[in-house]
Structures are given as C-alpha cells and as structure tokens.
C-alpha cells in the first residue's frame, strides 16, 4: 500500500489527526503536502488516484460530506436511477477503462431512445406524430410541419465547417462566436421557434450560449467512435466507490475551500472549518461555477480569471416519480412527454426494473421548477397540468436540484457567447503551480469521461512540474 512519507498534519482536533499521532491542541487543522486536489469529482478523483500511485504525497479536499460530485447514483430509491450523469457512451474509453481496473461490470444501457414524444407546448397537448395538423401560426412557413422538439436540428448545418477541435479557440472558431439565438435569427428562424428551442435547451438560457461551442460537440459527436451507450452495474458511483477506496486518507470530506493563494514557493488552500493547507503545487478540480465563489489571491493570467468568471452552467432539475398507472394508455399518447413548462421533458425510466418518471428541465425551465420545489410546491403540479393522465397517476420519490446545489451550481459547463474567442485556450493551462482538471477544461469528450480524461492531464502536468522541480 501507499505511504504517506512526507505530507505532515501540522495540528489538529480531526480524527485523521490520530493517524499521524500529532497533537491536538487547535481546532484548525494546517496540513503541509506536494500537491493539493481540490474537488473529488471524477476528475479530482482519478487526478489523486494517479498521483498516489506515483508515490506523489497528495491531499485531495472535498466540500461535500461524499465523493462523485456530479455522478450521484440515487441508492435509496429502489433500483437505483441515477441522479446526475445518467448516459454513458462506448467512447468514454476512459471510463470502461477504470471500470475494468476496479473491477465494475458494465452492462447494456436500460435507457432507450424515445420512439416519439407527447406534445404540450403553447398550452396545447398533442403528440409529434400529428403536430403538422395542429395550429401553430407563429412559427414560419417552413418550420410549421416540424414538431417542436425537433425544430433546432430544421436549422443545423448538414456539413459541419470543422473536422475536428484540434484548433479549439482558434480564428475560425472565434468567426461562429455569437449566441445560438443570433445563430438561428440569421437561418430565418421565427421568434416562436426560438423561444420553444430555448424550452428544452443544454444552457443557461438560448441568447447566452456560444454557437461556437454548439458546434464543438457536434464535432465531438461526430467524430466519436464508437457508439452506443452502456450502463455501470449499481450505478454509476459505484466508480466514486472504487476511486475512493483507492485515495483512501489522502481525502478529507467536509472541507469546503474558501480561500486559494499562490506565491513563489507554492499553494494556500484555506476551508470554511478553519483547515489550511500548505502545497508545492494544486490541481483544482471545481467546476468553475463554484470557484469563482472562493477567495483568490493568484497569479492566473487575466484570460484565465475571465474565463473563471464568464464560464456558465446550465442549471438542471430532475424530478422522480413512481408510476402507479400506465397514464399512457389512458391517452393513447406516447409515453415520453415534451413540454414548453417548468417540467421540461418527461421519460418514463424502467431502471433497475422499477417503472418511474425522470423528468429533466433545464435553464430557466430548471430555475423556476427549483423554485416551486424550494418553496414546498409540488412539482408535478405542472405535468398534471400539462398531461392530466398522470394525474393519480404517480407518486413523488425525489428532487435533485443541480442549478442551487452549493458544491456545482449547475450541471453543464457551456462557454457564453464571446467566450470562446477571449478565453477558450486559457481555461485548461496550467498557472501559477496550479493544473486545471474537471469537465469544462476538455474539448474533445464529454461529461464524465472528459473529467477522468482531465483528470489525468492535470496529474501528468503537476509530475513534470515536481520532476523539473517547480513550484507555484
Ligand atoms: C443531472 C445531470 C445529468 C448529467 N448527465 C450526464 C450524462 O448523461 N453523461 C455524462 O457523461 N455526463 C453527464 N453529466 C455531467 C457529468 O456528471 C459531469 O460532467 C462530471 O461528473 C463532472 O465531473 P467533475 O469532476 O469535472 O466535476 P464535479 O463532479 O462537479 O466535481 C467537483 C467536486 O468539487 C466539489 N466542490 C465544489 N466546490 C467546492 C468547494 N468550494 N470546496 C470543496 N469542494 C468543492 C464538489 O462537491 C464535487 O465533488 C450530468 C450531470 C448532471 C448534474
């Protein structure tokens, strides 16, 4: 097993205080370490996984009182349905790979594809197979006989301008820097078109988000070989089990960082319980939504700190709910519901086999929902509503609200629009002994895998530094 030689408690009352046999005579704990993790989402996670292995002294603190993050397997409810990341893609070859290291079955994916939605946009429910015959006079000529839910793919390009994101951030990239909305106003799209796309859209809201960025993940979809999904046998944060087994004490749950200050001979770390921690180097590993909430008294490059300002995430509710009458079949609508609400869309899950409802809204849909819900409201309220089927029809299990979550406000990092050409190279580079890891630093994977695959760039990157013998 792995030793830890040379980290060193200064003092503390913690219980990890005994295993270093030091006194206990302050309520604040001061550590002194070779590299400090912040965050043990995935990518924190696998960072000090690796860097253990190499034999790296490696402390890895977590605001939370569990690991995982943004990949949070909903043990208590029967079946276990996933309450963040949920798709997993055959690509994510990072991910089938640590699975096989801490030996984790994968399996074929329980989620399916949806054969067709039932309709409620604008107050009216119907389903997109008969949507042509509804009426639907604010939307243009051209974009009358598309259902709502498919109308943004009415204006994507068929030939993607870029073969690949090799040359993220580049002049070409900056030239399709504008929103999506603007995006769509110059293909001729309708004002109803582009508030209905907004309804259901992966970002903050449809005038922010980066055209630019869009496109990258077209590419990255494009180009990502090979397809299909998968699912990980007892969910997905079983992986977060393995890695933390692994890290085993260099992790220290419930400290909450506040403060990060580089100077010449390294890294500060401070927590809201008083720890503090002393480092040659640092990865950090949060979302830069909640980073931009700590204290920083840094070196970082003025393209860095705006992008640790600008970078937005998509706020995200998710709602599930047994289902205790096939609804369905009451209507003779599909089982899948799309809707212009605060619910957002609505599938029907058999995970695990236990038949339920995971309804996802996203944006300013997400916002209002977490909203109700924070105000004791029931959501289901507006499917109700939307679809009177369901009503007695489910009963509420649970609510994951992503965009208030202090630990990732939001689930999705996405670049605004203008972002990309200030400071789409900045964001991943190494500054002041301080690597950058977590899903917003990749380009060319999504989700989970682009964390463990930034993961382990950013602890290739501290390794050199200590071998070149660096500090901040
Ligand atoms: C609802 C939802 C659905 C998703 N669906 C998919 C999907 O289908 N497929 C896919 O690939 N991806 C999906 N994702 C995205 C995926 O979960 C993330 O991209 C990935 O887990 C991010 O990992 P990370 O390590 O970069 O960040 P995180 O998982 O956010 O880890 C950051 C860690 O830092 C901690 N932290 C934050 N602030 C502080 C602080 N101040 N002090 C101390 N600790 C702090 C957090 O608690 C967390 O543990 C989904 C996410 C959500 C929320």
């Known amino acids: 097993m792995h030793m830890n030689r040379r980290r060193f408690l200064i003092n503390s009352s913690s219980a990890l205080a005994a295993a270093y046999l030091l006194p206990a005579c302050s309520p604040q704990a001061r550590y002194r370490t070779d590299v400090v993790v912040l965050g043990a989402g995935f990518a924190g996670l696998m960072a000090t996984r690796l860097l253990r292995s190499a034999g790296i002294e490696t402390l890895l603190l977590e605001g939370n009182d569990r690991v995982g993050g943004r990949v949070f397997t909903l043990d208590s409810l029967p079946g276990r349905p996933e309450g963040g990341a949920t798709e997993l893609g055959k690509s994510y070859t990072e991910l089938l790979g640590l699975c096989e290291a801490l030996g984790i079955k994968t399996l074929p994916p329980s989620g399916r594809y949806p054969a067709g939605y039932a309709l409620f946009v604008n107050g009216q429910l119907t389903s997109d197979s008969s949507w042509s015959a509804s009426e639907s006079d604010q939307f243009a000529a051209n974009e009358r006989d598309t259902p709502p839910n498919r109308l943004l793919r009415l204006y994507l390009p068929k030939d993607l301008p870029f073969a690949n994101t090799a040359d993220w951030g580049s002049r070409d990239w900056a030239e399709q820097d504008i929103s999506l909305a603007d995006y769509l106003r110059r293909q001729g799209a309708s004002e109803a078109a582009i508030q209905v796309i907004d309804s259901n859209l992966n970002a903050t809201d449809i005038e922010t988000l980066s055209w630019a960025d869009m496109l990258k993940g077209m590419v990255v979809r494009r180009n990502s070989q090979p397809r299909g999904l998968f699912d990980v046998e007892g969910g997905l944060s079983r992986v977060s089990d393995g890695l933390q087994s692994e890290v085993g004490d260099s992790l220290l749950l419930g400290r909450r960082i506040n403060r990060i200050r580089t100077h010449s001979s390294g890294v500060e770390v401070g927590c809201d319980d008083g720890t503090r921690v002393q480092a040659r180097l640092a990865i950090c590993a949060l979302p830069f939504s909640t980073l931009r909430k700590v204290s920083m008294d840094t070196d970082f490059s003025s393209a860095k700190k705006a992008a640790i300002q600008g970078m937005q995430y998509t706020p995200v509710t998710v709602v599930y709910a047994r289902i205790t009458k096939n609804f369905w079949e009451e209507d003779g609508l599909p ?103 977590g899903e917003h630093t990749q380009v060319a994977a999504p989700g989970v895998e682009a964390a463990l695959v930034s993961g382990r760039s950013a602890a290739q990157a501290v390794q050199h530094l200590l071998a070149a013998g660096k500090t901040a």
Not at 371 to 392: C, F, N, Q, W
Not at 421 to 437: H, K, P
């Open 335 to 437: 089982e899948d519901t799309w809707t212009d609400t605060p619910i957002g869309r609505v599938f029907v899950s058999r995970t695990g086999g236990v038949p339920r409802i995971r309804a996802f809204s996203m944006g300013e849909s997400s916002t209002i929902l977490d909203e109700m819900i924070r105000s004791k409201k029931d959501p289901l309220e507006v499917l109700y509503k939307a679809r009177p089927s369901t009503r007695g029809a489910l009963e509420f299990e649970t609510a994951l609200r992503w965009g208030s979550d202090p630990m990732s406000l939001g689930a999705f990092s996405h670049y605004p629009a203008g972002g990309v050409s200030r400071y789409a190279r900045a964001v991943a580079s190494t500054e002041a002994g301080v690597a950058f890891a």
